[in-house]
């Protein structure tokens, strides 16, 4: 039996023997866009960290500026006393 024909792995593994040229055509350009997307993703989440950070240190300097003003209210409050 085992010299009848292929075996069940090379019939249906990874490019077997009833595999056509056009099914391992369509993967390989199905691969091929996955890794362009993936590329584009990637550059994509580059450009989106980076505006993370701006914002993010935006609010910081916001948040720190905000913290002098109350600080300063309170001070001018307590010294009127």
């Known amino acids: 039996m085992a010299t009848d024909g292929p075996s069940w792995a090379d019939q249906w593994g990874e490019g077997g023997a009833m595999v ?5 055509t ?3 350009n199905s ?11 990637a550059a994509g989440l580059g450009k989106a ?3 993370a950070m701006v914002g993010a240190e935006k609010i910081k300097i916001g948040t720190s500026v905000g913290f002098k ?3 300063n209210q309170c001070q001018k409050k307590g010294s009127s006393k």
């Open 20 to 24: 056509d040229d056009d099914e391992k």
């Open 26 to 28: 369509k993967d390989n």
């Open 31 to 41: 691969s091929k866009k996955k890794k362009d997307a993936k590329a584009a993703a």
């Open 49 to 51: 960290k980076a505006a």
């Open 69 to 71: 003003w109350v600080k």
